[in-house]
């Protein structure tokens, strides 16, 4: 095997954002853009002779091609081993339990999850860590400093890997084994949940339709749902895998999983609907013609936690991030466990989990999981559901009323502006910010407001500061708006609005949150001006 060092000039902006590095296929396909990016993953690490690295990815798009690459690269840069899967294919919960399982030294994920795929759309990639979550701050920043001045990277010329067959292929001792990428998770399933009493849940009549959304959950929902817990064929849709997702949007949200919603809200709908993103770390969750948010779906799951085998002994703390409704913190200060508040996404959780502070933790944009990986679970989130239903033996309307019954609901919404002039969007999170002192103590309509600031945090584990990581506006009553520029888009920005307001009373409880947060939402408008410096009347997605 022939290593050679290449030269190459540096790019500049290859700096991830929430979740790894995303860019238009277009942009990873300049020659030396993939090599110069996965070089400096190698160059920021302190990489084992002889290591072991896993890779996959969400099957999108250019995903073949840059495992090839990784492959001579990893080569090239001393790992004895890659574990990739079959078609190139991990989800990302799957890769995150991969790499715990077969306790390799990290993994890289190919995914740019939701984003739409194709050549003219978005592909991404990032790194994870030995514990299987996505890599800590420190790292992806030093990553992005390499980038900058990296000169050369080094590739082997190993030949093209036959990526459908399973098995070893060894060059010159190094190895590269295909493996089936779904049958370690679907066990890792079967052994956390009650599959038996999901199996006769199913059996006895309770309907359900579940969406992959063309994308890479397709493979692992039939071997679980269908092949083990004895769903129909016909219950699963869009479970093929396209390199497009299908022209589709793979974006579990009422928006862009129209197929399903409009089942699940029409006649003959079915029990229980839910749906996962792009690389199926997402979910959403549906009753008959009802919408869990996903803020009270890691309450409830938290609640009921106990019916499920894996948790029956107890859940040691949760986590949510900033925006996330504090809707778990009720159900936590209740059951006397800690809560934690993180920033936007899963790297802030990972080392709360390592340390044993919390099991379960969630995020308000469809994403929810446990210490049974380090990444959010899309398939895991559907597992609990229905392991919660068939337990409660209710539906889960019912289950999420007689919650709010308990705990009183946080009424909760998002709204995104999405592909708005990065000059513009910077200039309303500006605004809101020079409005600061003079918000304080003034009366919006029925709202007063508390404080407002820059959400900063400071991890408990290891000491970290975390900055400028959302702007929020607090009323005395404890509702609050959130604002926050997206780090997962791919063209201009796009401007988060997170409102929520706790309504204790059941009178109101059946109201829709946008008729609910009417009035908040107004008051959004209005302290950013976001509609004179945009020039969006409405919002692109409203969850
Ligand atoms: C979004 C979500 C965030 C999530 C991230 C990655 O980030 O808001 O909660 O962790 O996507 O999810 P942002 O910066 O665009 O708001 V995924 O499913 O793309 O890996
Ligand atoms: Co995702």
Redesign the pocket.
Known sequence: MQIKTLATQAFLDQKP????LRKKVKIFQQPDYLENFVQSIFDTLTLPQNGVLTLGGDGRFYNRTAIQTIIQMAAANGFAKVIVGQGGILS?PAASHIIRQYQTFGGIIL?????PAGPDEDFGIKYNTANGGPAPEKITEAIFENSKVLQAYKIADVPEIDLDGLGVTTIDGFTVEVINPVADYADLMESMFDFAAIKSLLASGFSLKFDAMHAVTGPYAKDILENRLGASAASLMNCEVSENFGGGHPDPNLTYAHDLVDIVYGKQAPDFGAAS???G??NMILGKSFFVTPSDSLAIIAANAHLIPAYKSGISGVAR?M?TSGAVDRVAEKMGIDCYETP???KFFGNLMDAGKVTLCG?????TGSNHVRE?DGLWAVLCWLNIVAAKKQSVEAIVKAHWGEYGRNVYSRHDYETIPTADANSVIMHIRDQFETLVGQRLGSYEVKTCDDFSYTDPVDGSISQQQGIRILFTDGSRIVF??????TEGA?I?IYLEAYEPNVENHHLDAQEALQEMIQIALQISDLKARTGREKPTVIT
């Not at 926050?484 to 888009?489: E, H, I, Q």
């Open positions: 954002g929430t979740s790894g990302t995914s740019a999850s939701h984003n993103d792009g690389d770390d997402r991030s925006p936007t996404g899963w995020e308000e944009s469809f994403g959010k926050r520029l997206s780090g997962t888009g796009t988060r």
